[in-house]
């Protein structure tokens, strides 16, 4: 029986540019009825679980808190990943409230996930400052019925932490042994994940080998694809990948070069710049070749990284990782997908993701509006993002305007029917 694991919704508040608790929903409409098979997912088995989107687009005018969910999500599962194994008793927590009132910069934020894995729904979250976490909370539904695991919440008058376990939570003793070594800046997953609770191991793993954050597809190194361009099978699914691009790319290859350090930043710190030469040295580091035919003898020229666009790099950097989505059903958190990519690239991407018969899941922000005028979607896929008159994020789906099945989204949005879009003012110019 295949089990998926993927994102019901995530909510946030008093973080950043969010002040009130904004919530993405993955959860497909009833409603909508477009493209059913391509873009959504039924789990089973279901056990009460709803259908749910593999994608989600958000736009919105810069500086209307698009990057502020991604990094929240970011905190989230950095959090849940290391900070009992990372930090240290009085390291300060990588969290800034909404900043301009007054209230909102003494009250904690607050983060709530609820995810599926192994076929079961898990709601987990918790609220903190910089200074410690006030609240932490995780639920299971197994066979659709709900479990609170475990409850912690700060005593601010004693300074102590109240523990409350469900039955269905295993570990007797041994959960006195995790609290205690909870210190107030980690959490009580991180540290029982530590200290080898099996029970929360799959929860955690969703975090871990699920969830994948990224600010932007700058953020994809080559390292990955060239390691897969290293066995034949996935070299060929590579080139597959960016000839589905138009790029006419007849093979790639690796060449194994030297480590120098000509390779490395001149403005790196001569401390920093000696320990690293010191860590590669003799390492052998393997380079990209990318061959193209000859237009009139169909013979292979050869290319090198720095002979390609910055297109085609940044297209070879992702095929890796956006292969590894696919095959292993991740869900993909990415900040501004058209970042170096064409429209036509970006819509072929969200195109593979829902036709091929995958539990994987996209999330992404973008400016490209061309998706909207291309079928690509459905309508609750869509969402936007704006500020207020008082400078905070709202999140908001574009089901809420009741949209036609077939009225023209693109335009709509531009024409702003929706918002989200920027307020521009003439400009005067003087003196130039």
């Not at 570990?171 to 070594?181: E, I, K, V």
């Not at 009225?407 to 130039?432: C, H, Q, S, T, W």
Request: aromatic share 10%; with cysteine.
């Amino acid at each position: 029986m295949y089990y998926p694991a993927m994102l019901i919704e995530f909510s946030v508040t008093n973080f950043r540019s969010i002040l009130k608790r904004q919530t993405l929903s993955m959860v497909a409409s009833t409603y909508f009825k477009e493209l059913e098979s391509q873009n959504t997912v039924l789990p089973e088995p279901s056990g009460g679980l709803p259908r749910l989107l593999r994608s989600a687009v958000l736009y919105g005018p810069n500086a209307s808190g698009k990057s502020t969910l991604i990094q929240a999500l970011q905190l989230v599962r950095g959090q849940v990943l290391s900070s009992q194994k990372e930090s240290q008793a009085g390291d300060e927590i990588d969290v800034l409230p909404f900043r301009l009132t007054a209230k909102s910069r003494a009250a904690d934020s607050e983060f709530e996930i609820t995810f599926v894995e192994q076929g079961v729904r898990y709601e987990y979250g918790f609220c903190c400052n910089r200074e410690r976490f006030t609240e932490e909370w995780l639920l299971a539904y197994p066979l659709g019925r709900a479990q609170k695991w475990f409850h912690r919440v700060l005593d601010v008058k004693t300074g102590k932490y109240a523990y409350k376990y469900s039955a269905a939570f295993s570990g007797g003793r041994q959960r006195q042994t995790w609290a205690a070594q909870t210190r107030s800046n980690a959490l009580f997953f991180s540290t029982a994940m530590q200290l080898n609770n099996e029970q929360l191991k799959p929860a955690f793993n969703w975090f871990k080998l699920r969830l994948r954050v990224m600010a932007s597809t700058g953020g994809f190194s080559p390292g990955y694809t060239v390691q897969r361009c290293s066995k034949d099978e996935d070299r060929l699914r590579v080139v597959a990948f960016m000839n589905a691009a138009d790029l006419s790319i007849a093979d790639i290859q690796l060449k194994e070069t030297a480590f120098s350090a000509d390779a490395l930043p001149k403005a790196m710190p001569a401390a920093i710049r000696e320990e690293v030469l010191k860590d590669l040295a003799g390492r052998k580091l393997l380079e990209p070749l990318f061959f193209h035919r000859d237009v009139e003898t169909q013979e292979t020229v050869e290319f090198s990284e720095d002979e390609e666009s910055d297109g085609t790099i940044a297209l070879f950097n992702i095929a890796g990782p956006w292969l590894d989505v696919l095959e292993n059903d991740r869900v993909l958190v990415i900040d501004e997908l058209d970042t170096s990519l064409h429209p036509l690239v970006v819509h072929l991407l969200v195109k593979r993701l829902h036709h091929e018969g995958t539990k994987a899941q996209l999330i992404f922000t973008t400016h490209d509006t061309s998706l909207l005028s291309q079928k690509l979607l459905r309508r609750d896929q869509v969402w936007f993002m704006e500020k207020d008159e008082r400078s905070t994020t709202r999140l908001y789906p574009l089901s809420d305007f009741s949209p036609r099945d077939n009225e023209a989204v693109e335009r709509g949005y531009l024409n702003g029917r929706y918002g989200g879009i920027p307020f521009l003012k003439d400009l005067d110019f003087y003196g130039v």
